[in-house]
């Protein structure tokens, strides 16, 4: 199983951007998906999340900035951010909670990062 990431880059503040991540290989399901983003000198943080039924969530700091929305056929989640701030410079990593085979458990995979640059 192998998670995809790409769409970042540098933008302006106040710019906008779309993340997009594809799994991919031998799965039977996929549960939750989602994005975390790292900026340098700190600890990884969940920027939003969206589950098998479409349910998201959000953390406070993207909300109504952030829409995450997923394509169960394609197996893929996508991260639109607008109104970009400085303080969202980070690398972004997508996740996904993946079932292999019947019966047993899911486990988290996890994309290889995009950077993300806002700056004027």
């Known amino acids: 199983v192998q998670l995809q990431a790409s769409g970042g880059g540098l933008v302006q503040p106040g710019g906008s951007l779309r993340l997009s991540c594809a799994a991919s290989?031998?799965?039977?399901?996929?549960?939750?998906m989602g994005w975390y983003r790292q900026a340098p000198g700190k600890q990884r943080e969940l920027v939003a999340t969206?589950?098998?039924?479409?349910?998201?969530t959000y953390a406070g700091s993207v909300l109504g900035r952030n829409f995450i929305a997923r394509d169960s056929a394609k197996n893929t989640v996508d991260l639109q951010m607008n109104s970009l701030l400085p303080e969202d410079t980070a690398v972004y990593f997508c996740?996904?909670?993946?079932?292999?085979?019947?019966?047993?458990?899911?486990?988290?995979?996890w994309g290889q990062g995009t950077l993300v640059t806002v700056s004027s």
């Open positions: 290989g031998s799965f039977v399901s996929i549960n939750d």
């Open positions: 996740y996904a909670d993946i079932r292999r085979y019947w019966g047993r458990d899911a486990r988290l995979y």
């Open positions: 969206i589950n098998s039924d479409g349910v998201t």
